[in-house]
């Protein structure tokens, strides 16, 4: 687990800033290549990759400055210092989302054929961006002596829990992406209709971060002892069933 790779001159090159620089490029490489392969939107995966990263960016960091207001709060001048840690996987997606819908309005492009081309894309990137999260001991799980990981002095994980095993949660996140990615990639060209493939995605993933919130160790909760990210969870879960039903009905117009 390195924190910082190395350095350029006095300047350290911090692994979560590589890696989440390298899940964006794999990204939008295979989101191209799946667009290559329908034979459309190749131009506009490119055109669209700089509004859906500024967006994302945005997303995850006031997604959590709102759910760490109580830290915010008392020092805003750190709401910006986004490469002082603090984003958002879920943030990141529906600052993404909002971005995609706005551009997609713009040039008037069909949302949801354009959603299911970007959806393996995203996969990636959050699967590279995880094991940033772990090189640099954030995102960690709670104690697990039979299935854990230990972290060094410096990370946040050691702050809280000192050198217990902790679950690698984070990793676990990481492979579910991956699975989900294969999934989605295998049903690909049977989709039943435009926008099964991202919905798709927004149930899996949803699915497999409420489960693993459970063994997460630095997550804060809202109420009905579910975690922040576990509710959130819940409700892309419902939205996404009822755009499923609603978008297999044959009349309907999206």
Known sequence: MHQILFYLGDWPIRSFGVMLSLGILAGLLVSYLVARSQ?????????LAFYAILGGLVGARLWEVMFSWDYYGNHPLEIPAIWNGGISVQGSVLGGLLAVIWYCRKRRIAIWPMMDTLAPGVLVGQALGRLGCFLNGCCFGIPHKHF???????????????????????LLEAAWDILVLIVLLAIYRRKPFHGFIALSYFILYSLGRFILEFWRGDSLRTFMDLKAAQFSSVVTILVALALMYYLYEPFAIL
């Open 39 to 47: 034979g459309r939107y190749e131009e506009e995966v490119l055109d």
């Open 148 to 170: 854990g990981v230990i972290y060094p002095a410096g990370t946040d994980a050691y702050y809280v829990y000192g050198a217990q095993p902790l679950f690698p949660a984070v």
